[in-house]
C-alpha cells in the first residue's frame, strides 16, 4: 500500500504551535515547529521563555549581555 503524494497516512496537517510573549503576552499560532524567526528566547531558571519581536527589539542590549527579564 503506498500513500497519496505530499501526505501522510492519516492526510492531516500539523496542529499549530501557540507561542505567547513573556514579557507582552502577545501570542501568535505558528505551523512550524519552533516559535517565528523575528522572535527570541531566554532560559531563565531552566524555564524558555520567548519574546516577541517588538519586545525583543526594544530590549536587545540587555537580551544580549545576558541580563534576565526581571532586570529589563
Known amino acids: 500500500m503506498t500513500s497519496p503524494p505530499g501526505g501522510g497516512d492519516h492526510g492531516s496537517a500539523e496542529e499549530p504551535r501557540r ?39 526594544e530590549n536587545l542590549r540587555s537580551i544580549e549581555g545576558r541580563l534576565d527579564s526581571d532586570w529589563w
Open 19 to 57: 507561542f505567547v510573549c513573556a514579557r507582552c503576552g502577545t501570542s501568535v499560532d505558528v505551523p512550524a515547529e519552533g516559535p517565528p524567526l523575528t522572535w527570541t528566547y531566554s532560559v531563565e531558571s531552566g524555564i524558555r521563555q520567548y519574546y516577541c519581536e517588538t519586545c525583543s527589539r
